[in-house]
């Protein structure tokens, strides 16, 4: 089947701009995930939703960012009035549960702050 | 909460040889230490994935080692390929969380 899948995948937008990232993950995972990658460094954690129980946004940098996950399917992550430190590459993964199974990612949306 | 240190932060080594990337963790009660491969431009994928229940699982080329009392797991890569080259990434899942914490990064070059 499909695997994850990541839209834009590339995203310029001029400072102080707000963005919408989508996310689609695999049909029946329960657990999503999203995570920046800044040019050339590791994966920096930012939220994690599981099923209907409350997200996990102790990685979320700053009141800019919020996320939702609709129907337990889609999730949407919005960056408000954008700064230039929020260039990176933004990526989403799914799992079928939480925990010690395997963490499949999406090709990522590239957000570049102008 | 978990933290992972990842080392070497940058490896060469030449086609054939071997490679080995450590990893350390804190909490003692992790019990899931996956290792991701992460191409130029593509994303993440699983290579290999060891449990706190056994001390080595091998896959081929690949093997993966854990040492519980020390709180440390590592990725050893025999008779390497230029296929190899990539950033590879090792994770811990904490005793009590759902979501793994990611080590900084090996950018692994293997030369002809």
């Known amino acids: 089947g499909a695997g994850v899948s990541q839209s834009p995948s590339n995203k310029v937008t001029e400072k102080g701009k707000d963005v919408e990232l989508r996310c689609d993950p695999i049909?029946?995972?329960?657990?999503l995930y999203w995570y920046r990658q800044s040019l050339g460094q590791g994966l920096e954690f930012l939220i994690y939703f599981q099923g209907n129980s409350a997200p996990d946004k102790s990685g979320l940098p700053s009141d800019r960012f919020s996320a939702e996950r609709t129907g337990g399917s889609v999730s949407t992550l919005t960056i408000q009035r954008t700064q230039q430190e929020d260039s990176a590459v933004y990526l989403c993964?799914?799992?079928?549960?939480?925990?010690?199974?395997?963490?499949?990612f999406g090709p990522g949306t590239r957000l570049t702050v102008l | 909460g978990e933290n992972v240190e990842q080392h070497p932060s940058t490896l060469s080594v030449q086609e054939g040889d071997s490679a080995v990337i450590k990893c350390t963790y804190s909490?003692?009660?992790?019990?899931?230490f996956p290792w991701y491969k992460q191409e130029l431009g593509k994303r993440p994928q699983l290579i290999i994935d060891?449990?706190?229940?056994?001390g080595e699982k091998k896959d081929q080329r690949i093997a993966v080692t854990l040492n519980k009392t020390a709180k440390h797991f590592s990725l050893h890569i025999t008779e390497t390929q230029p296929e190899d080259s990539a950033v590879y990434f090792c994770?811990?899942?904490?005793?009590?969380?759902?979501?793994?914490?990611f080590g900084t990064g090996t950018r692994l070059q293997v030369t002809l």
């Open positions: 060891i449990r706190s229940n056994v």
């Open positions: 994770a811990a899942l904490g005793g009590t969380a759902s979501k793994l914490t």
């Open positions: 993964a799914s799992s079928l549960n939480p925990g010690d199974n395997e963490q499949f």
């Open positions: 049909s029946g995972h329960t657990a």
């Open positions: 909490d003692s009660a992790s019990n899931y």
